[in-house]
């Protein structure tokens, strides 16, 4: 059975930064891309970043550029999210994605989800 597993969340003061992990077992065939989104509170769910397995390419969502950076340890199938210069405005439940299907452009369609992991920007 596929796991998406997210870690690393909590509360951080505004300024400062936290690293997502979000570790991947229990499937037969890699994952095409992998990825972060976010859900603040009254708002809809919205892509942060996502990364191709193989070809290492990387989006992110404007608010979260230079800011944020996604890498990937293939071998661990996990894949990080630093986050930087963290704001008020990025608090919400980060979620974790896998898109098992060839061909589609990052972030636009994810198959499996983790459960998800709460961010807190807070002074």
């Known amino acids: 059975q596929l796991r998406l597993v997210e870690s690393g969340g909590g509360l951080v003061q505004p300024g400062g930064s936290l690293r997502l992990s979000c570790a991947a077992s229990?499937?037969?065939?890699?994952?095409?891309?992998i990825g972060w989104f976010r859900q603040a509170p009254g708002k809809e769910r919205e892509a942060v970043s996502c990364?191709?397995?193989?070809?290492?390419?990387?989006t992110y969502a404007t608010s979260v550029k230079d800011r944020f950076t996604i890498s990937t340890d293939n071998a661990k199938n996990t894949v990080y999210l630093q986050m930087d210069s963290l704001k008020p405005e990025d608090t919400a439940v980060y979620y974790c994605a896998a898109d098992f299907t060839h061909g589609r452009p990052l972030c636009s369609d994810m198959d499996y989800w983790g459960e998800g992991i709460p961010v807190t920007v807070s002074s």
């Open positions: 229990g499937f037969t065939l890699p994952y095409v891309a």
């Open positions: 990364i191709d397995r193989r070809s290492l390419a990387r």
